[in-house]
């Protein structure tokens, strides 16, 4: 659920901010400072809390997405639901929990993002760990929250790692009932963080420095 926020914060930075005006204020004295301003617009424009609303028969435009969850429920994980996520247009998050484990699977589709797959374990002292395929985005982490970034590969074997390498400790267990409560619960906890936390410079300018650098299908800066 972290990664929906990191990725809407993201776009949103794009809509504010067009790639002319990127490179102006890329080049600029000021530029740090309108860097941290374009990071506070991003996270004031997220909603605090997320609703998610079960979708009957998701059209996935992704094949591997099926591909994924098939091959996690062969692997013991009990099937949640598919989900829109609302306030966040062309999101879609299937959700799946293995019980035995105490994990957590949530596989996005995002319409201008492409597709990942995010796994969780909660532990009853308020920490998460996470791993998840979705690239970086040069956002930090809130003390409560571990999360590895790992390349796409099939999903048996990034469950196999994320079981392995998470820490032990007291984990809160997990259920196909309670599962979309605790994403939207988790997405709400983690925006009551980063409202509180302003963005950095730094942790702004990787993104629209890389956005800045790619071609615009619509326009070309001179």
């Known amino acids: 659920m972290w990664t929906v926020f990191a990725l809407v914060a993201l776009l949103v930075i794009w809509k504010f901010f067009g790639k002319r005006l990127l490179a102006m204020f890329l080049l600029s004295r000021a530029g740090g400072e309108t860097l941290k301003d374009i990071g506070k617009k991003a996270v004031d424009a997220q909603p605090d809390r997320i609703t998610l609303s079960r979708i009957a028969s998701p059209a996935w435009k992704d094949a591997s997405i099926g591909q994924m969850i098939s091959s996690l429920r062969t692997g013991g994980f009990k099937d949640a639901g598919a989900y829109s ?23 996005y589709e995002h319409s201008k993002a492409g597709s990942w797959i995010e796994l969780v374990t909660r532990y ?99």
């Open 85 to 107: 996520v609302d306030k966040m247009p062309g999101a879609v998050v299937a959700i799946l929990v293995k019980p035995e484990d105490c994990v957590a699977a949530h596989v």
């Open 124 to 222: 009853q002292d308020g920490t998460s760990t996470s791993l998840t395929t979705l690239p970086s985005t040069g956002q930090s982490q809130p003390a409560w929250l571990t999360t590895t970034r790992a390349a796409k590969a099939p999903a048996g074997d990034l469950v196999r790692q994320f079981i392995c390498d998470r820490r032990s400790g007291d984990m809160k267990p997990v259920s196909v009932e309670q599962a979309p409560r605790e994403f939207e619960q988790g997405y709400a906890k983690y925006m009551l963080w980063r409202k509180a936390t302003p963005m950095t410079a730094d942790e702004v300018s990787p993104t629209v420095r890389n956005w800045a650098q790619k071609p615009n299908k619509q326009q070309t800066i001179q």
